[in-house]
Structure formats: structure tokens, C-alpha cells
Antibody, heavy 127, light 108 residues
Framework: EVQLVESGGGLVQPGGSLRLSCAAS????????MNWVRQAPGKGLEWVSY????????YYADSVKGRFTISRDNAKNSLYLQMNSLRDEDTAVYYC????????????????????WGQGTTVTVSS | SYELTQPPSVSVSPGQTARITCSGD??????AYWYQQKPGQAPVLVIY???ERPSGIPERFSGSSSGTTVTLTISGVQAEDEADYYC???????????FGGGTKLTVL
């Protein structure tokens, strides 16, 4: 079964740090790009960060740039999000999501969208 | 920063057609994706590459694109389709992914 399981969430004070993990199983993790997406209580989805399959390409949302670091360990089938200098507004459920892909009949590469999601881990930033 | 704009809510009766729009300046250059999210659950991909439907998604879900607007259409809406729907795309450079604000679909 294709599965993503997040862990590492919890209660942290403003200015503190937290490291989230996402364990992948049931597919060849090293072949897929990954995203972190978050959702504040009662709010919509917000993309946080992207990492390519080989870690060669990394992107961040402006709201977390300079504070969060995405990484992965393909040998351990794991994705990480190191969150530093946490703020109240970082309070959210954090999801990891697989970026699916496919090749069409011409051999062109296309994103398939975020086709597998974890159940989420809750981060609460509060004093 | 780049934004995608969706209506906050759409209401339809069972069996009718629901249309949810998403507008953004880069949509002529970047594909759009649509996700369904029910309360307490993770999102589910329902449309990719503007108009393609993943396996396992009912045929009543379809997508289209015209200029700076993409549209998710749900034909013959069922009670189980009541959920929040989010469009997702990227800015023109492809380095910043973005979600629309979400649309709450209510089945009357």
C-alpha cells in the first residue's frame, strides 16, 4: 500500500524549533519529488516547500523562506522539514505529499499533481 | 506574490451541475490541479493537467481551461460531493506553487 506518515508535530513556544518527518512506503521514494503543505485551523491549504527526487531543486514559500529547511534521505525513504524561529502563524496541520509524474506517448514529462498525501501532523506555536 | 482566486462558496441541489472557477495570471502558462477535501481528511486529487481525471475519480468530475481561468465542473452532483475544493498551480517561473483560497461546495 502506498503510504505517507508524518510525525514530529507538537506544542512549541514562539521562536522555537521543530523537525517534522514523513515516512514513505509502498513506492520507490527516490523517484518522486515531494512537497510540504500546511493548513491553519479553519483555513485553506498553503504550499510550504518542494524538493526534487535527488534534492537538487528546492523551493520555499516566501512565508517560510530563511526559517524552514526541507530535506530528504532516500536511503531511509524519509522526508523532513526543519522549522526554526517558529511564529504563531505557523500553527497548522502539516501534510507531506508526493508529486506524481508521468511520461506521455511523446516521452514528455508532466506533473501528475500531488497524488498521495499523509494524514498530517499538528504543529501548535503558542506561549 | 502570485495568487489564485476562487469563489468562497457554491451551492447546488442534488443532480444539478456545479461549476467552480479559479483565476490566475499564469494559468495560460501553468497547468492547474484540483483537490477535494472533506472535513478532517487529507486532500484528494480530482483533476490534473487542467482537465485530466485520475483513475478512480468519478466521470462526473471534469476540468477545463480558458485563458486565465480554469473551471472544475461536477455534473449530477451527489451529496457525497459536498466538500472544500482547491485549485493549485504555479507562478510563471514554476518555482512557487500556490493554492487558491478554496471553495466550499454545499449540496442543498
Amino acid at each position: 500500500e502506498v503510504q505517507l506518515v508524518e510525525s514530529g508535530g507538537g506544542l512549541v513556544q514562539p521562536g522555537g524549533s521543530l523537525r517534522l518527518s514523513c515516512a514513505a512506503s509502498g513506492f520507490t521514494f527516490s523517484s518522486y519529488s515531494m512537497n510540504w503543505v500546511r493548513q491553519a485551523p479553519g483555513k485553506g491549504l498553503e504550499w510550504v516547500s518542494y524538493i526534487s527526487s535527488s534534492s537538487s531543486t528546492i523551493y520555499y514559500a516566501d512565508s517560510v523562506k530563511g526559517r524552514f529547511t526541507i530535506s530528504r534521505d532516500n536511503a531511509k525513504n524519509s522526508l523532513y522539514l526543519q522549522m526554526n524561529s517558529l511564529r504563531d502563524e505557523d500553527t497548522a496541520v502539516y501534510y507531506c505529499a508526493r508529486v506524481g509524474y508521468y511520461y506521455d506517448s511523446s516521452g514528455d514529462y508532466y506533473y501528475y499533481g500531488m497524488d498521495v498525501w499523509g494524514q498530517g501532523t499538528t504543529v501548535t506555536v503558542s506561549s | 506574490s502570485y495568487e489564485l482566486t476562487q469563489p468562497p462558496s457554491v451551492s447546488v441541489s442534488p443532480g444539478q451541475t456545479a461549476r467552480i472557477t479559479c483565476s490566475g495570471d499564469a494559468l495560460p502558462k501553468q497547468y492547474a490541479y484540483w483537490y477535494q477535501q472533506k472535513p478532517g481528511q487529507a486532500p484528494v486529487l480530482v483533476i490534473y493537467k487542467d482537465s485530466e481525471r485520475p483513475s478512480g475519480i468519478p466521470e462526473r468530475f471534469s476540468g477545463s481551461s480558458s485563458g486565465t481561468t480554469v473551471t472544475l465542473t461536477i455534473s449530477g452532483v451527489q451529496a457525497e460531493d459536498e466538500a472544500d475544493y482547491y485549485c493549485q498551480s504555479a507562478d510563471s517561473s514554476g518555482t512557487s506553487w500556490v493554492f487558491g483560497g478554496g471553495t466550499k461546495l454545499t449540496v442543498l
